[in-house]
């Protein structure tokens, strides 16, 4: 397969731009964004949509998280990434599997038809997890394009992927709330830097490899500057494969937890990375155990 987004190699930065669109199928896949807020995700690369999820709702996912964060059996499996230097969990894999209740999260159908809809076809999941910032500790997550990686690293033919991140906790400008670059999803940045063997061991602590120089993110901020997501528990970010975003280490005394899943299309199945590397664990990326997503039944 002919590789259109060439990073990581024997080249100096560059920007390339978007081959595929952002919105599939015209948005009438599925009905999930009203034609306003789908236009506002098309030209932004992202779009918050308050109050999704209730109190009690918000309330069962944050008991399970935290329980699985202090669960020894989780915290010794391959899934569970510390910080660097020290015990402290950064992120959770696989929690649509491990979890009970976050088994269901990413078949509610308030996430998967905005996810149907924006890709134009079903649905799986590549990858979940939840990531976990405490007051105090919670370090900080660098500028990248997920697609960079995933491209990379795990072999995504194209940006046909949509990240979803469900809110936990207040987000607020003290406890490192996402940010995103609006308009940056219309241009791959090509990184610098040979990516080493098993490179999932360091950058899922901390992401040096594959990261955007800073010439290309201040080119990609001047117009639209940077967004920081300021939002209430039960709220949910969707944000494109490819827009650029980042998070702030967590100086404050409240937590920023939140749980995050990729909807990857079942037409951009997995292929071998673009590397030449072995391809990362199943746990980071789904390419064996695919299972195309049916919504559940949701009682109001």
Known sequence: MR??????????????????????????????????RLQQYEQNGFIVLE????????????????????????????????????????SIFRVHELGKHLAELPRNPRLLDVARQILGSEVYIHQSRANIKPGFRG???????????WHVEDGMPAMRAVSCSVLLNDNNTCNGPLMLIPGSHRQFVACVGETPEDNYLKSLRKQEIGVPDECSLRLLS????????IASPGSVIFF?????????ANLSPWPR???????????????????????????????????????????S
Not at 6 to 35: F, K, M, N, T
Not at 141 to 147: G, K, N, R, V
Not at 222 to 229: F, L, Y
Request: proline content about 6%; some cysteine; glycine content about 4%.
């Open 51 to 90: 109050n999704v999820f209730d109190a009690d709702e918000v309330s069962i996912l944050r008991e399970e998280v935290e329980a699985m964060s202090r669960d020894p059996d989780i915290r010794a499996r391959p899934e569970a990434v510390r910080e660097r230097g020290g015990e402290a969990l950064r």
């Open 3 to 36: 590789d259109f987004y060439v990073s990581r190699r024997d080249r100096a930065a560059a920007l390339i731009a978007r081959r595929e669109p952002v919105v599939y199928e015209g948005g009438e896949y599925a009905d999930g964004l009203s034609p306003d």
């Open 139 to 149: 370090k900080e997550f660098y500028w990248h394009s997920d697609f960079e990686t």
């Open 240 to 248: 494109d494969c490819n827009t650029l975003h980042s998070s702030a």
């Open 257 to 299: 937890n939140n749980v995050f899943m990729v909807y990857n299309s079942v037409q951009n199945m997995l292929v071998e990375p673009f590397h030449g590397m072995a391809p990362r664990p199943e746990h980071i990326a789904a390419r064996e155990h695919v299972q195309t997503l049916s919504p559940i039944a949701v009682h």
């Open 222 to 229: 001047e117009d639209a500057g940077v967004t920081p997501v």
